[in-house]
């Protein structure tokens, strides 16, 4: 079972809110199933985005993959230290491997709990 402390999107990005603040990564399943990771592409701080939306590019050796936004809001920080360690990403992806922290506005309405996003896992065979 994935953490129960945040929410998740379809398209496997993950969203955890403290005080106003969405840290936001990629869950485990995307991470193997990209697998090989050569580039991230994080949008700066002050950027603006909206739920549902690329902020950002994740590469591997087989595809390279948009990421989508679970909030609204203004980024205000990305992880630099990510691009250069990818492999955090396998290790950590719900710590050290987050990827962008934003001040929300409003969440997706298509976020899921852990345990939805679990059954949609398993609908994606």
Same mark, same amino acid.
């Given at each position: 079972?994935?953490?129960?402390?945040?929410?998740y999107l379809k398209s496997h990005e993950w969203s955890k809110?403290?005080?106003?603040?969405?840290?936001?990564?990629? *869950?485990?399943?995307? #991470?193997?199933?990209?697998? +090989? @990771?050569?580039?991230?592409?994080?949008?700066?701080?002050?950027?603006?985005? $909206?739920?549902?939306?690329?902020?950002?590019?994740?590469?591997?050796?087989?595809?390279?993959?948009?990421?989508?936004?679970?909030? *609204?809001?203004?980024? #205000?920080?990305?992880?630099? +230290? @990510?691009?250069?360690?990818?492999?955090?990403?396998?290790?950590?992806?719900? $710590?050290?491997g987050w990827m962008i922290k934003v001040r929300v506005q409003?969440?997706?309405?298509?976020?899921?709990?852990?345990?939805?996003?679990?059954?949609?896992?398993?609908s994606e065979g």
């Amino acid at each position: 079972m994935r953490p129960t402390d945040r929410k998740y999107l379809k398209s496997h990005e993950w969203s955890k809110t403290e005080a106003g603040i969405a840290t936001i990564g990629i *869950t485990d399943w995307a #991470v193997s199933h990209l697998s +090989d @990771l050569v580039f991230l592409d994080l949008p700066a701080a002050g950027t603006k985005v $909206k739920a549902g939306q690329p902020f950002g590019e994740i590469e591997s050796v087989k595809a390279v993959s948009e990421l989508y936004s679970p909030v *609204t809001g203004e980024i #205000v920080e990305s992880n630099a +230290d @990510l691009t250069d360690a990818l492999d955090t990403l396998g290790t950590d992806p719900w $710590k050290a491997g987050w990827m962008i922290k934003v001040r929300v506005q409003t969440e997706s309405p298509d976020l899921m709990d852990a345990k939805t996003y679990e059954k949609h896992l398993e609908s994606e065979g």
